[in-house]
Nanobody, 117 residues
């Protein structure tokens, strides 16, 4: 089993920065992808950043150049560094880990990010 515990959410003004953390415990060495998703009220959950086993990363255009995902292998922690935050970034942010063989999906509990002046 894998457990994901998120932290770092909060209130930040437009243009500000925030770093989210996701501490993973359990059998996490053989993962396929770790990612951050977000969901705003009344909207579908969307991918904001992903990092694959091997180090490659992906970002949608909405956050590219502003968000950076990284992984600390020693502490099994995934980070999402967010800068130049906009009000439309306001959402609950969720950490995700996916495995193959067998296929397994794990989600964190979510952490609220609010961008407002």
């Amino acid at each position: 089993q894998v457990q994901l515990v998120e932290s770092g959410g909060g209130l930040v003004q437009p243009g500000g920065s925030l770093r989210l953390s996701c501490a993973a415990s359990g059998s996490v060495s053989s993962f396929y992808v770790m990612a951050w998703h977000r969901q705003a009220p009344g909207k579908q959950r969307e991918l904001v950043a992903s990092i694959y086993n091997g180090g490659s990363t992906n970002y949608p255009d909405s956050v590219k150049g502003r968000f950076t995902i990284s992984r600390d292998n020693a502490y099994n922690t995934v980070y999402l560094q967010m800068s130049s935050l906009k009000p439309e970034d306001t959402a609950v942010y969720y950490c995700y880990l996916g495995k193959l063989l067998p296929r397994e999906d794990y989600w964190g509990q979510g952490t609220q990010v609010t961008v407002s002046s």
